[in-house]
C-alpha cells in the first residue's frame, strides 16, 4: 500500500527557514510527478512546488526564488526546503505523488495527512 507521510512542520518567525520532509512508502513503477501543495481554511488547495521525474520544476509565483523541492530516492524521501518564510507561508503543507503503484492498474493521486506550518511575524 502507498503512504506519504509529512514531517517537519511547526511554527517559525518571519524569516527564518524550515525544510519539511515526505516519507514514500509503497513500491511503484513509475513516479512521474513529485509535488506540494498548501491549503489555508476556505482557500482551495493550491500547488507549491511540483517535481517532474525528468528533474523539472515548477513554483507558485509567491514562493519562487525562496522554495525549493527537491527529492531522495534512496532515501524514499521528498523534500520542500522554505527560505525567507513570510506569515503569508502559514498553512497546511501536503504531499502529493502521481504514481502507478504496483498492485494496481492505473496512475493515481497519492497525498500525504498535511502537516501545519505557522509563519508569525
Known amino acids: 500500500q502507498v503512504e506519504l507521510v509529512e514531517s517537519g512542520g511547526g511554527l517559525v518567525q518571519a524569516g527564518e527557514s524550515l525544510t519539511l520532509s515526505c516519507s514514500v512508502s509503497?513500491?511503484?513503477?513509475?513516479?512521474?510527478?513529485r509535488a506540494w501543495y498548501r491549503q489555508v481554511p476556505g482557500k482551495q488547495r493550491e500547488l507549491v512546488a511540483g517535481l517532474s521525474s525528468d528533474g523539472s520544476t515548477n513554483y507558485a509565483d509567491s514562493v519562487k526564488g525562496r522554495f525549493t523541492i527537491s527529492r531522495d530516492n534512496a532515501k524514499r524521501m521528498v523534500y520542500l526546503e522554505m527560505d525567507s518564510l513570510k506569515p503569508d507561508d502559514t498553512a497546511v503543507y501536503y504531499c502529493?505523488?502521481?504514481?502507478?503503484?504496483?498492485?494496481?492498474?492505473?496512475?493515481?493521486?497519492?497525498w500525504g495527512q498535511g502537516i501545519p506550518v505557522t509563519v508569525s511575524s
Open positions: 502529493y505523488l502521481k504514481a502507478f503503484a504496483r498492485g494496481t492498474v492505473q496512475f493515481s493521486d497519492y
Open positions: 509503497g513500491s511503484f513503477y513509475n513516479i512521474p510527478t
